[in-house]
């Protein structure tokens, strides 16, 4: 079955960076459009980030555009999202999914999250 496996969240200040990282299996991975998504307790989840299969096109919430940077390698079935100059806004739990439809509508095969924290 479907497994995705979120990691590489953690507590940063404002401005810093981290990579998360997304394992995925039970899926044709290299044909998978992917991608990042965030939700805050009592919100609804939204798009962060999606990178194709063929890793040449992008697409990015307009939040983000300039500080994250997403990508993926299809021999490791892994995809990432290098964030840079976080703001306490991107605080959130981070879920990576296979894309149904580009840019962003995901299958729903969510995994456990990581827990990005960014403090002021």
């Known amino acids: 079955q479907v497994q995705l496996v979120e990691s590489g969240g953690g507590l940063v200040q404002s401005g810093g960076s981290l990579t998360l990282s997304c394992a995925a299996s039970?899926?044709?991975?290299?044909?998978?459009?992917m991608s990042w998504y965030r939700q805050v307790a009592g919100k609804e989840r939204e798009l962060v980030a999606s990178?194709?299969?063929?890793?040449?096109?992008?697409h990015y919430a307009d939040s983000v555009k300039g500080r994250f940077t997403v990508s993926r390698d299809n021999l490791r079935n892994t995809i990432y999202l290098q964030m840079n100059d976080l703001k306490p806004e991107d605080t959130a739990v981070y879920y990576c999914?296979?894309?149904?439809?580009?840019?962003?509508?995901?299958?729903?095969?969510w995994g456990q999250g990581t827990q990005v924290t960014v403090s002021a």
């Open positions: 039970g899926f044709t991975f290299n044909t998978a459009g």
């Open positions: 990178v194709a299969a063929n890793a040449r096109t992008t």
């Open positions: 999914n296979p894309l149904r439809v580009w840019p962003g509508t995901p299958f729903g095969f």
